[in-house]
């Protein structure tokens, strides 16, 4: 995991988030107060209150926790998946699992952190890890 600057000498930690997926980076906060991981990013520890907030670069690593398909037409893209994920840090985001099918999502599913160009804006989704034998 790698530290950069505390949230309070640049800008807001929702920014900066946004401004690193758009330079191909996934920062997660890490609080230096109760060394607890926290994300969404905010300006105060959620577990400690502490302000004393840092960026890191998680692993990427994480399971499906729980997942659902919104049923769309295929002219709007087809289904889509839907999924709570939790990461190898011990944060839980929202997201969805691409490579499968919606219905081929699993809970307990291993699955690695990508960072792809949706729309007008980069995002995080995620892709089965291969398992190792």
């Given at each position: 995991?790698?530290?950069?600057?505390?949230?309070?000498?640049?800008?807001?930690?929702?920014?900066?988030?946004?401004?690193?997926?758009?330079?191909?980076?996934?920062?997660?906060?890490?609080?230096?107060?109760?060394?607890?991981?926290?994300?969404?990013?905010?300006?105060?520890?959620?577990?400690?209150?502490?302000?004393?907030?840092?960026?890191?670069t998680p692993s990427g690593r994480g399971t499906v926790y729980s997942r659902t398909t919104l049923s769309r037409r295929p002219e709007a893209g087809g289904d889509l998946n839907v999924s709570l994920i939790d990461l190898e840090e011990g944060v839980r985001m929202m997201s969805r699992v691409e490579g499968v099918a919606p219905a081929d999502v699993r809970i307990g599913m291993d699955v690695q952190a990508h960072i792809v160009q949706a729309d007008a804006a980069p995002l995080v989704v995620f892709r089965p890890m291969e398992r190792q034998s």
């Open positions: 995991m790698t530290e950069t600057t505390s949230i309070f000498q640049g800008p807001g930690p929702e920014r900066t988030y946004h401004e690193a997926l758009k330079e191909g980076r996934f920062l997660i906060q890490r609080c230096k107060a109760c060394t607890r991981h926290v994300f969404y990013p905010r300006v105060l520890c959620s577990h400690c209150g502490s302000p004393e907030l840092a960026w890191i």
